[in-house]
């Protein structure tokens, strides 16, 4: 079965400085990845996607994440973090392939909460 | 362009009693799903469907719950009778479905927030 590992349940980082979201994902041949940020009150908003091609992806509001097979990574990053950013970041694995019931799933790391200090 | 739109937003209950919630998905996706959140963790999927069918409904706790989508555009999920330990966050998405095995990318609404007393 699919399964998405986010190590770090909270990280704290002060405005302006820069900030990496770990996340690693079960082997899969195709893997379809996500981050997904979840603000307090607010439905889940998609920040960027991987299917195939380049590794580095670019998403919304700056944030930009890398597909890594060899390490089964696809960790979030942005350059300065922007006081707005704080919220739950989560990282989703979609099972691919054709057929079954199980094809489209979406796969839900546990989510990493993000503080921003001013 | 209209998103994925859920109601109620909050509902409080006493448990035994039975709640509903509606999600109206974005106009032409076809794939709907009810995603079950709770408190600190990522959202788990209860049930899919594709169109009005339910192509995936293992997690569904079938013996309280229920969903419906009739015509293949709203959808309601029922809980009766509700228990303490539902409390939580019910999400719905939609995505297209291209019919090649691949679906879309996921639209969520801003879930119902359900305590059961």
């Known amino acids: 079965a699919q399964s998405v590992t986010q190590p770090d349940i909270h990280i704290t980082v002060s405005e302006g400085a820069s900030l990496e979201l770990r996340c690693n994902y079960s082997y899969g041949a195709t893997p379809y990845l996500f981050w997904y940020v979840q603000s307090p009150g607010q439905g889940l908003q998609l920040l960027l996607k991987y299917f195939s091609g380049d590794t580095l992806v670019q998403g919304i509001k700056g944030f930009e994440a890398e597909f890594k097979r060899s390490q089964s990574s696809f960790n979030l990053r942005k350059p300065s973090v922007h006081w707005s950013d704080a919220a739950e970041y989560f990282c989703?694995?979609?099972?691919?392939?054709?057929?079954?019931?199980?094809?489209?799933?979406?796969?839900f790391g546990q989510g990493t909460i993000l503080t921003v200090h001013p | 362009e209209a998103g994925v739109v859920q109601s109620p937003r909050y509902k409080i209950i006493e448990k035994k009693q039975p709640v509903a919630f509606w999600c109206n998905p974005i106009?032409?996706?076809?794939?709907l799903y009810w995603y079950l959140q709770n408190l600190g963790q990522g959202p788990e999927l209860l049930i899919r469907?594709?169109?009005?069918?339910?192509?995936?409904d293992s997690q569904l706790p079938k013996d309280r719950f229920s969903a419906e989508r009739l015509k293949g555009v709203d959808s309601t999920l029922k809980i009766q009778p509700a228990e303490l330990g539902d409390s939580a966050v019910y999400l719905c998405?939609?995505?297209?479905?291209?019919?090649?095995?691949?679906?879309?990318?996921?639209?969520f609404g801003e879930g119902s927030r359900l305590t059961v007393l």
């Open positions: 106009s032409g996706h076809n794939t």
């Open positions: 989703v694995d979609k099972t691919s392939g054709l057929g079954g019931t199980s094809y489209g799933k979406l796969t």
């Open positions: 998405a939609s995505s297209l479905y291209s019919g090649q095995g691949v679906t879309g990318e996921l639209f």
């Open positions: 469907y594709e169109n009005e069918e339910a192509v995936d």
